[in-house]
């Protein structure tokens, strides 16, 4: 399975971005689509993740309330909308995706997200 991600760039705080990440390949094995980001200096952590039926999970402190995950399964593509951006959003955040997860086996090559004060 390859992922292609797409929607990072630069905002102030309190903006939105959207990312979005398809995939193409073997998509048996993409049932189980989600988003994780790296900090400068952090560990790779799970910010939110979707299951093939639509269901959604949110790491409870970062993203619920202000990101939300959303798929189109006819397109193969998942979605990460993040409202109210603060500055310690800023990383890289990576597509993942595979038959069970969080996490699946497989990596998108991560799109940076910066957000200024």
């Known amino acids: 399975v390859q992922l292609q991600a797409y929607g990072g760039g630069v905002v102030q705080a309190g903006g939105s971005l959207r990312l979005s990440c398809t995939a193409s390949?073997?998509?048996?094995?993409?049932?189980?689509m989600a988003w994780f980001r790296q900090a400068p200096g952090k560990e790779r952590e799970f910010v939110a993740g979707a299951a093939w039926s639509g269901r959604t999970t949110y790491a409870e402190d970062s993203a619920k309330g202000r990101f939300t995950i959303s798929r189109d399964n006819a397109e193969n593509t998942v979605y990460l909308q993040m409202n109210s951006l603060k500055p310690e959003d800023t990383a890289v955040y990576y597509c993942n995706t595979g038959r069970n997860g969080p996490p699946g086996n497989f990596w998108g090559q991560g799109t940076l997200v910066t957000v200024s004060s």
């Open positions: 390949g073997r998509l048996l094995s993409s049932k189980y």
